[in-house]
Each structure stands twice: as structure tokens, then as C-alpha cells.
């Protein structure tokens, strides 16, 4: 059973899994991943 709902469900997503990220989402990600590298800079640099 749960095998089947695995499948069932892969069948429906895998359409929109494969599309590509909004512009907005791309934006959103790259602005927190140079949130997160500020963050890690300023942490090492505190323990210096």
C-alpha cells in the first residue's frame, strides 16, 4: 500500500519537480545565502 501511494504520488509531482524556480525564489536563496556567508564571516572573525 504504501509502496503504491510512493508511486502515485512521484507520478503527479514529477512534472512540477522538473520545472524550473521562479525568479523569485531564485532571488529569495541567493539573498539568504549571503545572509548566511555574512553570518559565518562575522562568527570567525569573532573568535579571532
Do not use: C, H, W
Not at 9 to 38: C, G, I, K, M
Amino acid at each position: 500500500m504504501d509502496q503504491q501511494i510512493d508511486e502515485n504520488l512521484r507520478r503527479v509531482y514529477s512534472d512540477v519537480a522538473n520545472e524550473p524556480l521562479p525568479n523569485r525564489f531564485t532571488q529569495l536563496l541567493d539573498q539568504l545565502r549571503e545572509q548566511e556567508r555574512q553570518r559565518s564571516g562575522q562568527s570567525s572573525e569573532e573568535e579571532k
